[in-house]
C-alpha cells in the first residue's frame, strides 16, 4: 500500500477533472493512491474519474471542507501516512508527488506548496502575474494579521492553499482534520494551518511543491472581487461554485 494519498474534492467538474486526473497520472513518482471526493455532483463527474480508474467516494454534504475531510478520513482508514490536496481545476506539476515526500522525509509535518496561475487557460499575462503577486502579498499578510496570532502559536503563519497542500495522517487527526463546512462559510485551508500552528513548528512552505490552478473566478468575478472573496469572502457572489 502507498504511504501517500491524493484526495481531490469535486463538484459538477466533469468537463475539467479530465486534466487533473490526467497531471496525477503524468506525475514522476507514481506511488500514490488517488481519491475523488463526489460532493453531491448532479453531472457526469464520478463516470470520468472511473473512466481514469480513480476511486470515487461520496460526501453528500455540501462544501470543500466536507468533502475535503471525509477523503482525508477515508485515505487513513486505508493505511495511508501521508495525505495530500488539490482541487478539481488544478494542475499538480510533475514532481508535485516526488517533492512532497521529500518534504516529509525532510521532517515536515505540514507541506504548503505555491499554487500558481494554470498557464492553459486564456488569461493575458499581466492578469497573470498580477494573481502572482497577490498571493504574495497574501502570504505576507497572513503572518500579521490579528486573527492569525495568538500566544499559544507554535509558529508563524503560512498559507497552505486548499489546491495545494499535504499533511501527515498522524497529525491530521490529532488536529480534528478540515472543518466541515461549506466554502461560503469559512476557509477552511486557514483554520486547518491555525490547529496546526497550536500543535507544532514543524511545517513550512515549499516554494517547489507546484500546483497549477485555475483563474475561472477571475473570468467570471474580475480580478478585483476574486481577491476580496479570497480575502475572508469580502465580496459575496451570488454564484460561488464557478464551472
Same mark, same amino acid.
Given at each position: ?52 480508474g ?16 471525509? $477523503?482525508?478520513?477515508?485515505a =487513513?482508514? /486505508?493505511?495511508? %501516512?501521508?495525505?495530500? !490536496?488539490?482541487? @478539481?481545476?488544478? +494542475?499538480?506539476?510533475p $514532481?508535485?508527488?516526488?517533492? =512532497?515526500? /521529500?518534504?516529509? %522525509?525532510?521532517?515536515? !509535518?505540514?507541506? @504548503?506548496?505555491? +499554487? ?37 502559536y ?20 490529532a ?7 461549506t ?46 472573496w479570497?480575502?475572508?469572502h ?10
Open positions: 500500500m502507498s504511504a501517500l494519498w491524493v484526495v481531490v474534492p469535486a463538484y459538477n467538474e466533469e468537463t475539467g477533472i479530465g486534466a487533473t486526473l490526467r497531471a496525477l497520472e503524468s506525475q514522476q513518482d507514481s506511488d500514490f493512491v488517488a481519491v475523488v471526493v463526489d460532493n453531491g455532483s448532479t453531472d457526469r463527474t464520478a463516470e470520468v474519474v472511473r473512466s481514469h480513480v476511486q470515487v467516494v461520496r460526501e453528500a454534504q455540501k462544501g470543500t471542507g466536507a468533502a475535503s475531510d471525509t $477523503g482525508m478520513r477515508y =487513513i482508514a /486505508a493505511g495511508a %501516512r501521508w495525505l495530500a !490536496r488539490t482541487d @478539481a481545476d488544478c +494542475l499538480p506539476a $514532481g508535485w508527488t516526488r517533492r =512532497i515526500k /521529500a518534504a516529509f %522525509r525532510d521532517g515536515l !509535518r505540514l507541506v @504548503a506548496g505555491n +499554487l500558481l496561475p494554470r498557464k492553459d487557460e486564456d488569461m493575458p499575462l499581466r492578469t497573470r502575474l498580477t494573481l502572482v503577486g497577490a498571493v504574495e502579498v497574501a502570504r505576507a499578510f497572513g503572518k500579521i494579521r490579528p486573527g492569525n496570532r495568538d500566544p499559544r507554535r509558529g508563524p503563519y503560512v498559507m497552505a492553499p486548499g489546491g495545494n497542500m499535504a499533511i501527515t495522517a498522524e497529525l491530521y487527526q488536529i480534528g482534520g478540515f472543518p466541515r463546512t466554502i461560503e462559510e469559512l476557509h477552511e485551508d486557514r483554520a486547518l494551518v491555525n490547529a496546526v500552528r497550536l500543535h507544532t513548528n514543524a511545517y513550512a512552505l515549499r516554494r517547489d511543491v507546484v500546483v497549477y490552478s485555475s483563474s475561472r473566478r477571475v473570468k467570471a468575478w474580475g480580478l478585483r472581487n476574486t481577491l476580496a479570497y480575502a475572508d469580502r465580496y459575496r457572489p451570488d454564484f460561488v461554485d464557478i464551472r
